[in-house]
Nanobody, 119 residues
């Protein structure tokens, strides 16, 4: 499974961005997709995940109510809609795929996309 993350950029606090994670795999709907982020000097942090069907989602407490993860399996793409952005959301965001829902280390990773939130 190859993953391509995009959609990052520079936005003011309170603004919105939508990240995309596109895959070229034929079995995309078999994979749960997770979003993670890593700020400079910090460990990688889980953000959100969505099941293969899109029915189940799960969020980190720090983004709950502000971020929404959803997918369009017809387009082999998962989205992360980020609203009410805060400077502390600044990080490189990565998407990852795994066939399992409960997993500590995802099998497949995309390259990151930079999100910068200015105060």
């Amino acid at each position: 499974v190859q993953l391509q993350a995009s959609g990052g950029g520079l936005v003011q606090a309170g603004g919105s961005l939508r990240l995309s994670c596109a895959s070229s795999g034929r079995t995309f709907s078999s994979y749960a997709i997770g979003w993670f982020r890593q700020a400079p000097g910090k460990e990688r942090q889980f953000v959100a995940k969505v099941s293969g069907t899109g029915i189940n989602t799960y969020y980190a407490d720090s983004v709950k109510g502000r971020f929404t993860i959803f997918r369009d399996n017809a387009k082999n793409t998962v989205y992360l809609q980020m609203n009410s952005l805060k400077p502390e959301d600044t990080a490189v965001y990565y998407c990852a795929a795994d066939r399992r829902w409960f997993v500590e280390e995802y099998d497949y990773w995309g390259q990151g996309t930079q999100v910068t939130v200015s105060s």
